[in-house]
């Protein structure tokens, strides 16, 4: 379970995150959404403890992260799997190399084994044939499924997806969703997916976590997102159903625009 | 309210931008040697590091060699052709071009001329490739493994500086000799055995030891002001430009530095 108490952050002068709380249930899926710029990201990097918070805490199984020893935080942090927005693979290795550095670090699995996990997770991700590519010879979305696979090889507890499907087009985009929707369900982690794709939200998410002006401002069951009284959720959810093909999209239509 | 009527003079004379500028390089000092601290200090097994300090080895020391040695080649000849017109005259012997040249090339130009040019290739190439890193969350991505991001890069890197800059130093001493031999024969005003000869009249053991003080100390100046450029980079693109651009021109700057506190305490 993570806990997020009280947490503030700022920037300098900007203000990011003010007064966030938010408690993440082991096994359950949960969608971190607001603007670009409402400090999703940023809420996401505190939770691995790759940003310290200005004030509050971050509790990973009742263990405050910002109060142990970096040793025992690298310990805590072997138990995360982390997709960054840009996959963040290493350039300088093929995508093979890629998924193998974090077994080749942290488990003493022999070569043989490690080849063998390695194809297993690109199977996962259905990249069978990449492995001897490097990251430059792949797309955005190959990136991706490559950087899905090198987070889940040492079989994590919690994954954090940051932007997972930002920057694809549709269909890779449900590709993507299938896949974190696939993982959670065999892999059984807790996965916290930021993101400002509804549809992404309504398609793998338990639940959401409205961020707007540094605080958290609706956290609840996806199913419960619509009817909210709530007009800023509401203008949000609205902004992006255009782009899925609900209410606003009908308006277009009318308009005479595709 | 009325305003302050010197409101704007207080705003110029506001103490806190000045403070911040003059505490910034003890802030920058203090983050310098926390970070190599941490890169020494804070270790995983062996074979985390050993990989990376071969590649980097190979990068910094055999890939930079050509370069090193053509400096040091033409460097060694100018030196000599240069010498020998200067003491153009019959009472001075030409053995004494041979103790000039080399011990100038042992003291001073071998280090300091591989120094910048590795600055440029070396530093730049360290700068560049954390800072792209650092800015595309691949350090981020380490960290977020459970790997001390710090010491896996720059420990293996700073090493191989260290290990492989006295190496050239060597190399460069003794192509910029040769050289000057080189050209000495070649231009017929100074033989092999002359040259030769005046260099071993007044050799001083102590020379190539300070010359190899001056590369091992150098070689950690390059490596560490790279990395520690190349780790705290932000801004992207822009970000990585400058860091590379800094990380050249301030080692270049340290090493000046480096070069005269060494020769006043040493020497």
């Known amino acids: ?258 | 309210m009325h305003a302050c009527p010197f409101s704007r003079d207080l705003t110029l004379n506001d103490p806190r931008p000045v403070a911040d500028r003059l505490l910034a390089p003890f802030y920058t000092l203090g983050r310098y040697i926390l970070l190599l601290t941490r890169a020494f200090t804070s270790l995983d097994e062996v074979r985390t590091y050993w990989g990376n300090l071969v590649t980097q080895m190979v990068r910094i020391g055999i890939d930079s060699l050509p370069i090193t040695a053509l400096a040091a080649a033409f460097s060694g000849a100018v030196l000599t052709v240069q010498t020998a017109y200067q003491l153009e005259t019959s009472f001075i012997p030409n053995t004494i071009i041979g103790s000039i040249v080399v011990p100038s090339m042992m003291l001073e130009l071998a280090a300091v001329i591989t120094g910048f040019i590795l600055a440029g290739r070396v530093g730049a190439r360290i700068a560049a490739e954390l800072g792209t890193m650092r800015v595309s969350e691949q350090i981020d991505a380490l960290e977020a493994m459970g790997l001390n991001s710090i010491s896996f890069l720059i420990l293996p890197r700073v090493l191989a500086g260290i290990i492989m800059f006295p190496v050239l130093y060597v190399a460069a001493c003794l192509i910029g000799i040769g050289g000057g031999v080189l050209i000495g024969s070649a231009g017929g005003f100074l033989s092999a055995q002359e040259f030769i000869d005046g260099a071993r009249q007044f050799f001083k053991p102590f020379d190539p030891f300070f010359g190899l003080i001056k590369s091992f100390t150098f070689g950690f100046i390059i490596t560490s002001v790279a990395c520690y450029k190349g780790y705290y980079t932000s801004g992207g693109a822009e970000g990585v430009g400058d860091s590379t651009t800094e990380a050249a021109v301030q080692s270049c700057v340290f090493i000046l530095i480096a070069d005269l506190l060494l020769a006043v305490t040493l020497l």
């Not at chain 1, 995508?95 to 699995?109: G, H, K, Q, R, V």
């Not at chain 1, 090198?150 to 920057?167: F, H, K, V």
């Open chain 1, 1 to 258: 379970m993570i806990q997020v108490e009280n947490l503030y952050k700022s920037f300098g002068d900007l203000e990011v995150l003010k007064e966030v709380d938010l408690e993440i249930e082991d096994g359950e899926t949960i969608a971190i959404i607001g603007r670009s710029g409402s400090g999703k990201s940023v809420l996401m990097k505190h939770l691995v403890g790759l940003l310290k918070p200005d004030q509050g805490r971050v509790l990973v199984d009742d263990v405050d992260i910002g109060e142990i020893p970096y040793e025992e935080l690298r310990e805590i942090r072997q138990q995360f799997g982390v997709l960054f927005q840009g996959g963040a693979l290493f350039d300088s290795m093929t995508s093979f190399e890629n998924i193998a550095f974090p077994l080749e670090y942290f488990t003493t699995m022999s070569d043989d084994a490690i080849r063998d996990r390695v194809h297993e997770c690109l199977d996962l991700v259905r990249l069978s044939d990449v492995g001897p590519k490097k990251p430059s010879e792949l797309s955005g979305g190959m990136r991706k499924r490559v950087a899905l696979a090198r987070a889940i090889a040492l079989e994590p507890r919690y994954m954090l997806y940051d932007e997972p499907t930002s920057g694809l087009d549709p269909e890779t985009s449900n590709t993507i969703d299938e896949l974190i929707s696939q993982l959670s369900e065999e892999l059984s982690v807790t996965s916290v997916v930021v993101t400002h794709d509804m549809h992404s939200v309504f398609s793998i998410a338990d639940r959401a976590a409205f961020l707007h002006n540094c605080h958290l401002h609706w956290v609840g069951p996806v199913n419960d997102i619509h009817g909210q009284p709530d007009e800023t959720l509401d203008r949000f959810v609205k902004a992006n159903e255009y782009h899925v093909g609900d209410p606003l999209r009908a308006t277009a239509t009318q308009r005479g625009q595709p």
